[in-house]
């Protein structure tokens, strides 16, 4: 079969930008692997899925001020046992119960820790 002159140097020029286009959309252009998105997939379930849970970890630990005092009062690497050992996150699957109880001693901490913005009447 007799191709033309002319026609090998634009395939090799169709060859070589479809080369280019998939460097630059894996470099630059945000394409990912199948592998990827689903590692990027789990990610996002899982974080969802933590900050659904954590304003109920927050809301059983304001039912027990008693014990908040001595959370502010533990080192922050021990703050997630405290609160799995209060029973506040009891609720919450074993798959995802550090990483709640991590946001919700943070966002009680961080509570404690901020100022009123407006004082009191009186």
Do not use: H
């Not at 395939?11 to 479809?18: E, K, Y």
């Not at 998105?37 to 630990?61: D, H, I, Q, Y």
Request: overall charge negative.
């Amino acid at each position: 079969m007799n191709v033309p002159a002319s026609v090998k140097p634009a395939v090799w020029g169709a060859i070589g930008g479809a080369i280019a286009a998939i460097i630059v959309g894996f470099a630059w252009g945000g394409w990912v692997t199948g592998g990827t998105a689903g590692r990027m997939e789990a990610a996002s379930a899982e974080t969802a899925v933590v900050l659904a849970l954590t304003p109920l970890c927050v809301t059983k630990a304001e039912q027990q001020p008693e014990k908040l005092v001595p959370l502010k009062e533990e080192s922050s690497y021990q703050r997630d046992d405290f609160v799995i050992e209060a029973g506040w996150v009891e609720n919450v699957s074993e798959k995802y119960r550090t990483e709640v109880a991590t946001a919700c001693a943070s966002t009680l901490v961080e509570g404690m820790e901020a100022e009123p913005t407006a004082k009191p009447p009186g």
